[in-house]
């Protein structure tokens, strides 16, 4: 049996976060769906403020972040797909991770793989040499992206903050 070519993956806009873009993050993430692996409940306003200027900042020092991804039909904001220092003090802490958020609306058509290739390539131009991605185990659609992009899985490790376990992914740029 063969398997079905690959489909092309669509084209994808990335840019680095404006201080707009927390609003766009904000409305595209309200959806208990769509956070179903980031905490289950959408976050506060706040928390995007705080994010998108962390980004513009990891941007100016590093020469990457988690860029805001747009829609190529109508340059709507979509999620983001990006890299960024793992921000926790357990896990793969000082390692920089590849990661992404898409709205609801937006899955299952290629966006993260193609837009996380485009943050790889600016991730692999400012030196970084290996990227994690760090997954809860029940997240399929994202387990899914990591083959895609040619990651390995390193290991499993509990999350501190509840019931749950997350699979560390590597690759080598």
């Known amino acids: 049996m063969t398997s079905a070519p690959a489909r092309p993956l669509p084209a994808v806009g990335l840019r680095v976060p404006t201080e707009e873009d927390a609003v766009h993050w904000h409305r595209v ?10 905490g289950g409940a959408p976050a506060e306003f706040s928390v995007y ?9 990891h941007h100016a020092e590093r020469g990457f972040c988690l860029y805001t991804l747009l829609d190529p039909a109508d340059g709507a904001v979509m999620g983001f797909t990006g890299a960024q220092p793992w921000p926790h003090d357990w896990g793969p802490a000082g390692e920089i991770e590849i990661g992404w958020r898409l709205g609801r609306a937006y899955w299952g058509k290629g966006y993260v793989t193609a837009a996380a290739r485009q943050a790889l390539a600016a991730v692999r131009a400012a030196g970084v040499r290996h ?4 997954v809860d185990a029940r997240n399929a659609r994202s387990l899914a992206v990591t083959r895609r992009l040619g990651m390995r899985h390193a290991e499993t490790l509990p999350v501190p903050a509840g019931h749950r376990t997350a699979h560390c992914h590597r690759l080598d740029l």
């Open 131 to 134: 990227v994690v991605a760090m």
């Open 29 to 38: 993430f309200d959806d208990p769906e769509v956070m179903e692996f980031h």
């Open 49 to 57: 403020e705080e994010l998108t200027a962390r980004q513009r900042r």
